[in-house]
């Protein structure tokens, strides 16, 4: 990262780039470490606590595989008029859908399966969206949707302050 360059200034994508060359970088390094001192005749292998932590991120790099070709498989598929319709922006069906019920506190999951109740294409990958969303919203200074503790959130109308 440059000098002068904060991550809010960077896409998610150029900081996920940077984060696994890093990663890579540094697992090249350890293996290399570890085939120095073979060479000196001194055999060791990975203790517990790194093969654990490589193992997990296999784990999560096949998941992650998975979940992105079951994505690529539903949106290649043509949607026949039954199925629920995706949201132009979840960002904004959420705002939507939580300022038609002023005062009312939602989950994450409360707010995804009020979605789907509304044929919004909102199924278990989504879920961690609607739950982003809600948390980017409640940050902004000039958002009407406010977190409160345990996971929930309220939205208040401009000029209320009035929190649960």
Known sequence: MGAGTSNSDR???AIVADTEQDAAELLTKIGRYYQAMYNLGDIRSPGPELRAACAKLLTVADWLDTARDEQLQEQAAPPPDS?????????????DLLAENPGQTWTPSGVAAALQERGLAVGAGYRHHVKVALGRMAQRNDSNIHKLDRGKYLYSPAGETTMR
């Open 11 to 13: 896409s998610s994508e």
């Open 83 to 95: 199925t629920p319709r995706q949201p132009a922006s979840l960002p904004q069906a959420v705002a």
